[in-house]
């Protein structure tokens, strides 16, 4: 059984930090491209960032580019995302999600559609 867990939200003032992590088990960490989305209410999901197994492929979103880093940690089967001078508008729910590629793809993967696995959310809450 696939169990993916997010930890690391929270409430936190504009310009603050907060590192998002994601704990995955019940499958093969290596095979899977990982990426991190996120719901505001009344807003579609939207991919924020995601990461190839190598960590050579990443996608950030133009909103968060230059304030977020992804990371993950294949040995320990964990996702990170850092995320600085966090803004009132990032406030959502955030999401880890792991999408099966085969060996030697090498494309971005941001779509919801594309995901095999989803964690149950972490808040974050960006207050001004």
């Known amino acids: 059984q696939v169990q993916v867990v997010e930890s690391g939200g929270g409430l936190v003032q504009a310009g603050g930090s907060l590192t998002l992590s994601c704990t995955v088990s019940?499958?093969?960490?290596?095979?899977?491209?990982m990426g991190w989305f996120r719901q505001a209410p009344g807003k579609e999901r939207e991919a924020v960032s995601s990461?190839?197994?190598?960590?050579?492929?990443?996608y950030y979103a133009d909103s968060v580019k230059g304030r977020f880093t992804i990371s993950r940690d294949n040995a320990k089967n964990s996702l990170y995302l850092q995320m600085n001078t966090l803004k009132p508008e990032d406030t959502a729910m955030y999401y880890c999600?792991?999408?099966?590629?085969?060996?030697?793809?090498?494309?971005?993967?941001?779509?919801?559609?594309?995901?095999?696995?989803w964690g149950q959310g972490t808040q974050v809450t960006v207050s001004s």
């Open positions: 019940g499958l093969t960490f290596d095979d899977y491209y």
């Open positions: 990461i190839s197994w190598s960590g050579s492929v990443i």
């Open positions: 999600a792991a999408a099966f590629r085969p060996a030697g793809t090498n494309m971005t993967v941001i779509s919801t559609s594309e995901y095999n696995y």
